[in-house]
């Protein structure tokens, strides 16, 4: 056996193999065209690779192929999620102030998560750990599953979301890479106004700014949703005609009549003189 020192240690044989030298004339065997052969676009530099949907420069499949329905992954908007136990971990590991409103950014920095994109949302595993608190917490996130809400809310605590925008979180997390760290938060598209008060019929308490215009129209909208149930409930009120009209004798007595004037078969005009 040779003693354990640095000039006697080696790699195994085969560990290491040594790179083929091209180009180098006969005596090496790759010399002059390299082993790539004399003509073709294999043997041309860059243009050896092709595409695998490529099939000889005639009209490709996917494109011969019909294109049907749609992909709904393209306007997703994933959050990312983190479990209640997690943050009841960081409360008690003091990362987390309790006695605070605690907003994704306070998630952030306790690094309950390592990136949010376009929100966060609360998922219930480990619930029954919340009420080993005992005190209540208010969370300010984007979403949160029904289990985390009720609970919440039972131990006396709330869970609000706030809509923000992909751009205003990054402002939010990272304020040293803009100029003006806070900014104004936009209005929501209306779709994005019907995803957010589907979250207030789960018991969360919903942010996001709304355009005075906005207000006067849904006060004037339940005003009049108002009155058009109060004549609904009213025997004999007749709100709108009846379609199909009601063709039977006697139904159109008080309409006026508009009697049919037939079109002259021939018109004559004036010659001037």
Known sequence: MLPV?????????????????????????KGKTCGRGHNGQKSRPGT???????????????????KKGFNRNATREPLNVVNIRNIVYMIKKGRLDPTKTITIKDLFICRALSKITYGVKILGKGAEE?????????????????????????????????????????????PHAFKIPQAKIPMP???KVLKLEKLREKGMEVIYPKAPWFEEYKAEQELQLAEFEAREKTPGEQILPQYPADRSKGVSWNKPKIEKQELPKRVVFPVPL
């Open 5 to 29: 020192t640095p000039n006697n240690l080696w790699d195994n044989p085969g560990a290491r193999k040594r790179k083929t030298v091209v180009g180098r004339g006969p005596g090496a065997g």
């Open 48 to 66: 050896g690779k092709i595409r695998p949907s490529f099939i000889g420069g005639q009209n490709p499949l996917n494109k011969r192929l019909p």
């Open 130 to 174: 919340l009420n080993t608190l005992g005190f209540p917490i208010h969370l300010e996130v984007q979403d949160a599953s029904q289990t985390v809400i009720d609970l919440i809310k039972a131990n006396g605590g709330s869970v609000t979301c706030k809509y923000m925008t992909p751009l205003i979180i990054r402002r939010l997390l990272h």
């Open 189 to 191: 598209k209306p779709k």
